[in-house]
């Protein structure tokens, strides 16, 4: 089945190191997606990875995949209060995305 | 570069009254288009995907439909719209192979009241 999980909420430092955290249930997709969504605004895909990879770095942000666990994380480094907004991790078993719930990122000053 | 154009921003609909949204994709032919609606409290809904003029699925049963008159233009229409219809309404396009995800439009904020 398809089923996405991530932890609703997380709270942070100004500087301070962020994870975001998702499990997934559908191990034949072919990629595994970040995105981003600001307040009143469409969402913005920051970062993807492929499922035969184990780790993605771009600037501030790393990707971990555990296939075994179905497990995907996002790491965003020296995180400033423009990180804030809500990220989703997405999945396409079907050639469809399937999104998670999404987790609030507050960044506190 | 291709664009995604999506209106309107915001709508206020009285419940029984018809609706239509608007996407339109530009740069780009042949893409896959969705309807997804995010209702409060956060989790996206896919609604509907088309691959292809007059090939389009529904993944929800719902009080919506979608059509594709051209090939880069997708949308969506309720005869009469519920309370429930309420939402965050985001169109998206992608290549056929997904491989940079998909690209959103700004959103259309639908209260039905």
Same mark, same amino acid.
């Given at each position: 089945? +398809?089923?996405v999980?991530?932890?609703l ?5 100004e500087?301070?190191?962020s ?22 605004a ?15 770095q ?22 400033? #209060? ?8 997405? +999945? ?7 999104f998670g #719930? ?8 | ?16 009254s ?12 042949n893409?896959?288009?969705y ?9 996206? $809904? ?15 049963? $719902? ?6 008159? $051209?090939?880069r $233009?997708f949308?969506l229409?309720?005869?009469?719209l519920?309370l ?27 209260t039905v009241?």
């Amino acid at each position: 089945g +398809e089923d996405v999980e991530q932890s609703l909420f997380l709270s942070v430092r100004e500087g301070d190191s962020s994870v975001i955290n998702c499990t997934y249930t559908d191990s034949s997709s072919t990629y595994l997606y970040w995105y981003k969504q600001e307040p009143g605004a469409g969402l913005q895909l920051l970062t993807y990875i492929f499922s035969n990879m184990d780790m993605k770095q771009d600037q501030r942000l790393t990707v971990l995949l555990n296939k075994k666990d179905k497990h995907l994380s996002l790491r965003i480094a020296d995180t400033q #209060t423009g990180d804030s907004a809500i990220y989703f991790c997405a +999945e396409d078993p079907t050639n469809k995305l399937i999104f998670g #719930t999404g987790t609030l990122l507050a960044v506190q000053p | 570069s291709q664009t995604i154009h999506q209106w309107p921003a915001t709508l206020v609909q009285p419940v029984g009254s018809p609706l239509s949204l608007e996407c339109t994709v530009e740069g780009t032919s042949n893409p896959n288009l969705y309807w997804y609606r995010q209702a409060a409290g956060r989790g996206l $809904q896919l609604l509907f995907y088309s691959i292809g003029i007059d090939q389009i699925s529904s993944e929800v049963p $719902q009080n919506l439909s979608a059509s594709r008159p $051209q090939d880069r $233009q997708f949308i969506l229409s309720s005869k009469k719209l519920l309370l429930s219809d309420s939402g965050f309404y985001l169109c998206a396009w992608s290549e056929e192979n997904l491989n940079y995800g998909y690209t959103f439009g700004s959103g259309t904020r639908l209260t039905v009241v």
